[in-house]
């Protein structure tokens, strides 16, 4: 997920491609990748991008594994959109046809230059590394909790709502 196109960025990043009689899989090195687009200053989110690469990603109840899904739930003759993970959910909004999924989700967390300390449990720290692409300084460690700083395109609200939803 990214604000311009980053198919380019991704292309050079693919490694161990393999192909059957019916399939193709491959690989994508994200810690490069996400420091090509931060060195190109292109906001993207790297907590998505692997999800929003799949087939069928952007359609109501695609139904993929360890990804979010698109559902649409009718609540007094109004439908709604939500995004849904393992057993959560967060409603985006009303939903109607004219939507465009892809556009939901690439506006679903806005992006811009945050720098903040915040809390976490030990072991939402390896979680917090994967999503953010780097290792977090630890500045403390108060009542079994981890303080930890962190530079991101998320704010703190929006950094909790990802490390707990997902």
Not at 10 to 28: C, T
Not at 51 to 73: A, G, R, W
Not at 125 to 133: E, I, R, S
Request: proline share 2%; hydrophobic share 35%.
């Amino acid at each position: 997920m990214a604000q311009k196109n980053i198919q380019e960025y991704i292309n050079q990043n693919i490694y161990n491609i393999n192909f059957s009689s019916n399939n193709v899989s491959f690989e994508i090195d994200i810690e490069t990748l996400s420091k090509d687009l931060f060195a190109q200053n292109i906001n993207f989110n790297l907590i998505l991008l692997e999800c929003s690469l799949k087939k069928n990603f952007f359609s109501l109840n695609s139904n993929i594994s360890d990804c979010p899904q698109f559902n649409q739930k009718i609540f007094d003759k109004k439908k709604y959109l939500y995004l849904t993970y393992k057993n959560l959910s967060y409603r985006l909004g009303d939903n109607n046809l004219q939507k465009n999924l892809r556009e939901v989700w690439h506006n679903f967390l806005l992006v811009s230059d945050n720098s903040f300390r915040t809390e976490i449990v030990p072991d939402k720290y390896l979680k917090t590394k994967n999503y953010l692409g780097y290792s977090p300084k630890i500045t403390s460690y108060n009542k079994r909790n981890l303080e930890i700083e962190i530079e991101s395109f998320y704010n703190e609200q929006q950094f909790h709502f990802l490390i707990n939803f997902f």
